[in-house]
């Protein structure tokens, strides 16, 4: 208001929180529109997506180029983007950062950002008293600027615009807990996470392989593989196959000592792996 009215200026002013002459205050979407709506002939200020939920009737307002202007999120867009290139690294103040009034013919003059503050050293907040709660909350913002945004348009929200993303992860990345940057800590512990699943992968393959190997034994053994037709194999060829799987194929002595083998030797391999991955997700 101070931007457009030089008596609002001079009378009120601008601030977090300013002394009006006039008006019903109410906290949050929730209580300033009930005031609305008991109010007669009164206007008021909510978020966007609020309006859109409730069905809320909103205004026309005249932007910076003299145009009335619909609410929407393309005109909330283009307000934004009109601001995004000049907007200022995360650690340095945002007191005088304002996308209100915004120049561009379409641009809607009342719009701005959603902010989510946090400290840049973590622990200075008592609530993140570990490095998997500053991981958390740390995973959490960088989903929101980023993959988070293909729900936007869906919530009634505008989607952050390249800049203000790009100035978000670098800030991001500046976040410490206890020194410790909590966003390389991320991503080391999925790296760590996604590892525990190779032994499990590797024990699977294995434990596959040996249990068909033993229900193949089992059933030529027994006689119900059906015996293959004559095979055009070289002599020599097949004499040498024949001696390697007769032992385990006709059941002899050694054929069962070397069954036995696989299978403990698989099941003991398989158990190893799954120890470790025990140990590993208990430890930490």
């Known amino acids: 208001m101070s931007k457009v009215s030089p008596e609002w200026a001079d009378q009120v002013g601008k601030g977090k929180s300013v002394q009006r002459p006039t008006g019903i205050s109410a906290p949050g979407n929730e209580g300033v529109s009930s005031s609305i709506k008991s109010t007669p002939y009164a206007i008021g200020y909510i978020e966007f997506h609020y309006a859109l939920t409730t069905g809320m009737p909103y205004a026309y307002l005249q932007n910076q180029e003299g145009n009335f202007i619909e609410l929407s999120i393309d005109s909330v867009r283009t307000a934004i983007a009109a601001s995004a290139g000049s907007l200022p690294n995360g650690e340095k103040s945002w007191e005088h950062v304002s996308t209100t009034d915004a120049p561009g013919e379409d641009s809607y003059p009342i719009s701005s950002f959603s902010y989510l503050l946090l400290y840049k050293e973590l622990s200075t907040n008592p609530r993140i008293d570990s490095m998997d709660k500053a991981i958390a909350l740390v995973d959490f913002a960088e989903w929101a600027i980023t993959d988070g945004q293909q729900f936007a348009d869906d919530l009634a929200y505008v989607p952050l615009p390249e800049e203000a993303v790009q100035i978000n992860e670098e800030t991001l990345e500046s976040i410490t807990y206890n020194g410790q940057p909590v966003l390389a800590e991320e991503r080391v512990t999925s790296t760590d996470s996604l590892g525990l699943f190779s032994p499990i992968i590797a024990a699977s393959i294995i434990l596959a392989i040996a249990a068909g190997s033993a229900i193949y034994i089992w059933r030529k ?39 036995r083998f696989i299978v403990i030797s698989a099941a003991g391999y398989m158990m190893l792996l799954l120890g470790l991955v025990a140990v590993s997700i208990f430890s930490g």
């Open 221 to 259: 053994r027994r006689g119900s593989l059906a015996p293959k037709e004559i095979s055009t194999e070289p002599r020599e060829r097949r004499e040498t196959r024949d001696k390697i799987s007769y032992p385990l194929l006709r059941g002899t002595l050694a054929g069962d000592r070397i069954f």
